[in-house]
Structure formats: structure tokens, C-alpha cells
């Protein structure tokens, strides 16, 4: 078990770490735009999340952003293809984007640099050996929890509440991001949120306390974790 000096030795170097951050490299993950992948129902995706975050800003989108093509995307896309004279499909593609041909991602949360990168630390950390989605989700459960009453209401607060993170105890946390863990935080902040608004997670196969898990709602897996309300 790890000492309490020790753990504080782990959070202390986290903050400090992140004070060093590259600021030109921090200041891209403000503004990014994307591709013309063809997007259909069933589909999710950072760029899912940026064509619902245009559609809405345009007042065709009504829902949440988070990331996946369901049937109020569907809805929002044939309100836009009928208003621009394009064949009302529902599927976002090359004649949508010639209409509306950049793409470009705003984040949902009024943040520092700082706390981008102390994100995408935290999901280095947490998701390490996870695929790209299993990264977002990981991330999404650090911000469905800042907009709970259960949790603090900052990410900084989230991430440095006692206890809630093995990977600051560990010390995985104080490792620099690499560029897909950035790409993370991105997607997280920009609503994209496979976890379907889950503000727990935990690995079965390491697990070792787990009374708790009787107490919470099972959402789905997603890689290695189970993710929970």
C-alpha cells in the first residue's frame, strides 16, 4: 500500500509537470477540424460529435453531442439536406459536405491549457493499454462527473479527489500524454461520450474492493472497463 507522502509526492509532481506544457502544442487542442468521412446511423466518433456541435449551432440539431449517429442525428441531417436542396438521406456525405465543408470543433468546457493536459494525463494513466474509444470514455467520466452534484465541479477538483484515481497514486499520472491521449481529451471536451453519461469506472480483471459496484447502475463495457451511473 502506498504511503500517504508518497502519494502526495505523485500529485505535487502531476501539477508541477503540467505547468511545463509545450503552450503551442496545448493551443491546437482549441480548434481542430476534421475530415470528410461519410457519417450514417450507427456511426460514432470525434467527427460525429463536431457535425452535431455545426448542426446545432445552425438550429437543426436538438439532442445531446455526444458522439453518436442515432436517430435525432438522422432527424437533424434530412432537416439540413431538405433546407439546402440535397437528397434527404439522413447520411452525412459528399454532397452534405460540399454544403457545409469545414468542420471545425469547439470545446464545451470554458477551461485552462492546464487542465487539457491534466486530462489527457489522467487517461494516459487510467486507460493506458485502452483503444482510442476506450480512452474518451475514460476522459467522458472525469466530465459527466464535474456536471453531477456527486463530484466537484472542475476538472482539476475531479481528478484530485482522494482517492478516486489509482493512477496518481501509482504515479502512471505524471507521464506525458502522447498525441492519441490528447486527441482524448479533445473528443471528451467536445462531447463525445461513449460512456453514455457514466461517472464511474472500473477494470474487473484488477478490481479488488468492489461492495460498490451493487450500489450503481451498469451502463456498458468498453474495453478492458465497465462503465456505470
Same mark, same amino acid.
Given at each position: ?18 505547468? @511545463? ?8 487542442? /482549441? !480548434? ?7 457519417? *450514417? +446511423?450507427? %456511426? ?47 447520411? @452525412? ?8 465543408? /469545414? !468542420? ?7 477551461? *485552462? +491549457?492546464? %487542465? ?114
Amino acid at each position: 500500500m502506498l504511503s500517504k507522502s508518497r502519494i502526495l509526492i505523485s500529485v505535487m509532481l502531476l501539477l508541477i509537470m503540467v505547468a @511545463f506544457v509545450n503552450l503551442e502544442e496545448a493551443k491546437a487542442l /482549441e !480548434l481542430t477540424e476534421f475530415g470528410s468521412r461519410a457519417m *450514417s +446511423r450507427g %456511426d460514432e466518433g470525434i467527427d460525429v460529435a463536431v457535425l452535431q456541435q455545426k448542426l446545432k449551432q445552425l438550429n437543426f440539431y436538438k439532442g445531446n453531442i455526444d458522439g453518436i449517429y442515432g436517430g435525432v442525428t438522422v432527424k437533424a441531417v434530412k432537416k439540413f439536406q431538405q433546407e439546402n436542396g440535397l437528397s434527404v438521406d439522413g447520411v @452525412f456525405g459528399e454532397s452534405s459536405f460540399k454544403v457545409l465543408p /469545414e !468542420l471545425k470543433a469547439q470545446l464545451n468546457y470554458n477551461i *485552462s +491549457r492546464d %487542465d487539457i493536459i491534466l486530462l489527457a494525463r489522467i487517461i494516459h494513466g487510467e486507460a493506458r493499454g485502452e483503444d482510442f474509444r476506450g480512452k474518451v470514455a475514460v476522459g467522458s467520466v472525469i466530465l459527466n462527473r464535474i456536471v453531477s452534484n456527486q463530484f466537484p465541479n472542475t476538472i482539476r477538483d475531479v481528478i484530485l479527489q482522494k482517492g478516486q484515481f489509482s493512477s496518481l497514486m501509482d504515479g502512471q499520472a505524471n507521464y506525458y500524454p502522447g498525441e492519441e491521449e490528447l486527441q482524448a481529451a479533445r473528443a471528451a471536451l467536445i462531447g463525445y461520450d461513449p460512456t453514455l453519461g457514466s461517472i464511474y469506472f472500473y477494470n474487473p480483471d484488477i478490481a479488488t474492493n468492489t461492495a460498490w459496484i451493487s450500489r450503481r447502475n451498469y451502463v456498458t463495457r468498453i474495453g478492458g472497463h465497465v462503465f456505470l451511473r
